[in-house]
């Protein structure tokens, strides 16, 4: 918080005397955001740590319901540039994927799939490639729900450097 300086910081009710919350611009842009990223990444705040509402964005879906709208208002306002097809079609992928996760529930074993937005969201990201695969018109609902479940399980299995 340091490196952004007090006038970013907001006091909010239900907090604790001296904790804050950090604030943002009137378009709804992070003060921290700058046009190469973050500026303060690696000395994020554990919000920023814990959650990041780019995923509904890219999976083309709310936060929530009427108790989210303000993280409503901030993934609507996503907007994201593909500097290539391979990147285009990867955000359609992820949006097919969390189409399906969706409308096929029933496709997933024991009719378990994620029904939170946090949950649809986030299997879609770890599954997307599933919906890179041009196999999928010849694979049923449930084939391609255990080809999701495989592709998270192996995200899962992936430890960053």
Same mark, same amino acid.
């Given at each position: 918080?340091?490196?952004?300086?007090?006038?970013?910081?907001? @006091?909010?009710?239900?907090?604790?005397?001296? @904790?804050?919350?950090?604030?943002?611009?009137?378009?709804? /842009?992070?003060?921290?955001?700058?046009? =190469?990223?973050?500026?303060?990444?690696?000395?994020?705040?554990? =919000?920023? *740590?814990?959650? $990041?509402?780019?995923?509904?964005?890219?999976?083309?879906?709310?936060?929530?319901?009427? $108790?989210?709208?303000?993280?409503?208002?901030?993934?609507?306002?996503? *907007?994201?540039?593909?500097? =290539?097809? /391979?990147?285009? @079609?990867?955000?359609?992928?992820? *949006?097919?994927?969390?189409?399906?996760?969706?409308?096929?529930?029933?496709?997933?074993?024991?009719?378990?799939?994620?029904?939170?937005? =946090?949950?649809?969201?986030?299997?879609?990201?770890?599954?997307?490639?599933?919906?890179?695969?041009?196999?999928?018109?010849?694979?049923?609902?449930?084939?391609?729900?255990?080809?999701?479940?495989?592709?998270? *399980?192996?995200?899962?299995?992936?430890?960053?450097?």
């Amino acid at each position: 918080m340091a490196a952004l300086g007090e006038r970013w910081l907001l @006091e909010a009710p239900g907090l604790q005397p001296g @904790e804050s919350l950090l604030g943002f611009h009137a378009n709804g /842009h992070c003060p921290a955001l700058e046009p =190469t990223g973050c500026s303060i990444y690696a000395r994020r705040p554990v =919000t920023c *740590r814990d959650y $990041d509402c780019r995923v509904f964005a890219a999976a083309d879906i709310d936060a929530g319901g009427a $108790d989210k709208t303000v993280i409503n208002a901030r993934v609507r306002s996503w *907007r994201f540039e593909h500097e =290539t097809v /391979h990147a285009l @079609e990867t955000q359609a992928a992820v *949006r097919a994927a969390a189409t399906f996760i969706r409308s096929q529930r029933e496709a997933f074993p024991g009719g378990r799939a994620p029904t939170s937005p =946090t949950g649809i969201a986030v299997l879609a990201l770890k599954a997307y490639g599933v919906f890179l695969e041009p196999v999928n018109e010849q694979r049923s609902s449930e084939e391609i729900a255990r080809a999701m479940i495989e592709a998270s *399980r192996r995200f899962d299995l992936v430890r960053p450097a």
